[in-house]
């Protein structure tokens, strides 16, 4: 006798064989249309955090989430320049990306579910897996966060980072008081005046803060424990699935060429390669950009004009201190792993 999950099996294949699956023309963008007649993508970003969103003394912005804009623009305008940036604080962000002041929101956010569904936003990947930690002055010969029973310790609101500080504590059973301040200078300002024991955030913002903001760097010490999940990545508004896939896969072909051996270095050399992989990769077969609206190059052209993902890290990342680690490859020991670009 045949189980209910045999028949079902069987009438979804018999399905499947009738109706073949049809391409579909690309959906409108309505966010493709404004930043097209624009002229260039606008970018919500950090602007305060090295190696991720900051602008240099001729006002040139980089860093890695600054690369994920750059990408998008590479891929609708073949030009990684067409990119203006909004720099934003932790609390203003969301606003900036609901209200449509920004077309994406690439600002070393993390994804959580009450982010993705209550604030109307999509994250379409993870370009950096983080954890939050603390810093504090080596002077204090702390070595746990378990020894910082009574702190002060200095958080910025609007942040992932005060939740999880008081879950941890809470849980630890220690007691702190938190000293909440909205502008990041002003935080490090108060953790170097010694008006905070500690400082906390993603371990990533510790290790720019420290690298670039303290005037000793040897002087702070970010503790071991790891308090939290933090996986950071490019969002958009809800509703405009077109736009989201732009961004999803301009986010993953970094990663996919990384893998596939292509680089800014290496990609025009491959531009007759037999390697099906590459071909589709470069937009020679395939039409990939076709079925998102946008040219068929819009893979090479990012990772000529922007890099792969490894370029990226090690331009933006590895000057701070910061290891691959976790966000080294999958098939190089880490969980950087994206969905096939086919
Ligand atoms: N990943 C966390 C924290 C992100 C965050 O805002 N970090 C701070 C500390 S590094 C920051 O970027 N501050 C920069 C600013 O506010 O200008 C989140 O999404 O809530």
């Not at 067409?82 to 932790?90: D, E, P």
């Not at 076709?290 to 922007?306: H, L, R």
Request: proline share 4%; net charge neutral.
């Amino acid at each position: 006798m045949k189980t209910m999950a045999t028949v079902l099996a069987t009438a979804v294949v018999a399905f499947a064989a009738a109706v073949p699956a049809q391409a579909q023309a690309p959906a409108s963008s309505p966010t493709l249309d404004a930043v097209k007649a624009r002229g260039f993508v606008q970018c919500g970003a950090n602007g305060s955090v090295a190696g991720f969103g900051m602008p240099n003394a001729q006002g040139v912005w980089t860093g890695l989430d600054v690369d994920s804009c750059r990408a998008v623009a590479a891929a609708v305008f073949g030009d990684a320049t067409k990119v203006r940036y909004t720099a934003l604080t932790a609390q203003q962000r969301f606003t900036a990306i609901q209200s449509g002041e920004v077309d994406i929101l690439a600002r070393n956010t993390t994804w959580t579910l009450s982010r993705d569904t209550s604030l109307g936003l999509d994250f379409v990947g993870v370009n950096f897996y983080d954890g939050q930690g603390f810093m504090v002055k080596k002077s204090a010969n702390i070595k746990s966060a378990k020894e910082l029973n009574g702190a002060t310790i200095c958080v910025q609101p609007g942040t992932t980072t005060e939740l999880n500080l008081a879950d941890y504590f809470r849980a630890n059973r220690i007691r702190f008081t938190p000293v909440v301040i909205e502008r990041l200078e002003e935080n490090i300002a108060a953790y170097l005046a010694g008006r905070c024991d500690a400082f906390t955030t993603d371990v990533s913002g510790l290790a720019s803060v420290r690298a670039s903001n303290t005037p000793v760097p040897a002087d702070h010490v970010i503790l071991p424990e790891v308090i939290s999940k933090e996986p950071l990545g490019p969002s958009v508004r809800h509703g405009d699935q077109r736009w989201a896939d732009i961004v999803r896969w301009s986010l993953a072909a970094m990663v996919e060429a990384e893998e596939i051996g292509l680089s800014s270095t290496n990609i025009d050399s491959q531009l007759n390669s037999t390697n099906p992989a590459i071909q589709r990769f470069v937009g020679a077969t395939g039409g990939l950009g076709a079925m998102m609206g946008i040219d068929n190059k819009w893979a090479y052209n990012i990772v000529k004009q922007v890099g792969n993902y490894g370029e990226s890290f090690t331009r933006n990342v590895t000057p701070l201190g910061i290891e691959r680690g976790v966000n080294n490859l999958w098939t190089n020991g880490g969980i950087m792993y994206v969905p096939p670009v086919r």
